[in-house]
């Protein structure tokens, strides 16, 4: 730990989330701010924060604050991540990073000019499993890695006026859902270089359903499917020529897998211990990072989150689904 001072923007549920497992870490969480100062009040007495603020200007303007979670809806993530890069403060950006692409950029041009870490909070990639994973991967013990295919999908509220819904808050399963998959086949096969996309679209304009095949370098396949419109297995897999990953549900949560060969046989199990939901991971992470530089994040740079938004983009162009007033 580094002992930065972190500072909450928003109050809402994955603020909630997040701020449990700080304190379950036992990081430092010295403010919080929310555009009404009875809800940041009410969130800074359930988790003993000392200073609670009614305005994000006045959050990012804390002396006391080192770095801010930015956990607004996606549309707010842009100006609320630059507002505190302006004032000097460090940045953990709930995901999706941005809108698309081009606000990412801005984002992260923004982080080098001021010398300060901006970072997407993909906690997935920095949980024990996903980490022993990758030790996995990069031992060989699978061979060539051919195929990945992972789910996300959940029974969500319905209303074209519910956040999840609403277009005007990029609403749609592909950046509430979909962005875990697509984030995971990119951890282990690297950016796709063809991408195709199908979707089912809500009364909305929305995207309810979102299935997606990329081909990667050196032909490997990857395939997610996202829902907001019904709960399936949750589960992923790594396909080699010599074994596979099995991860078991919820796998972009503290989860368990095995290692199996063609033949069935069993050769190494996981399961997480964690305390918490796991958030923690990635706040620890992002102390690591702030203290070391921001070129030293090698599980999710930057520059990988700028093109992740960019395969989303290209997603979004083959479904049909612009968000309005996107820069």
Known sequence: MTGLHWGILATGGIAHAFTSDLRTAGLHVAAVGSRRIDSAREFAAQYDIANAHGSYEELVADPDVDIVYIATPHPGHIDNALLALNHGKHVLVEKPFALNATEATIIRDRAAEKGLLAMEAMWTRY????????????????????????????????????????????????????????????????????????????????????????????????????SSRGAGTNAAQIVGTEARIEID??????????????EGEVLEEFSSEVEGRGMQYQALAAERFAADGAAANDILPIDETVAIMGVLDEVRRQIGVVYPGER
């Open 127 to 226: 949980l024990p499993h996903m980490v022993r994973i990758r030790e996995i991967l990069a031992a060989g013990t699978l061979g060539e890695v051919r195929v990945v295919s992972a789910d996300h999908t959940q029974k969500l509220p319905t209303d074209p006026a519910h956040r999840l819904n609403d277009l005007a808050l990029g609403g749609g399963a592909l950046l509430d859902l979909g962005i875990y998959p697509i984030s995971f086949a990119v951890d282990v096969l690297g950016l796709p270089e063809r991408i195709t996309a199908l979707a089912r679209l809500s009364d909305a304009g929305s995207d309810a359903e979102v299935a997606t095949t990329f081909v990667h370098t050196g032909g490997a396949i990857s395939t997610t499917v996202s």
């Open 249 to 262: 549900r919820v796998w972009y949560t503290p989860t368990s897998f095995r290692v199996v060969s063609p």
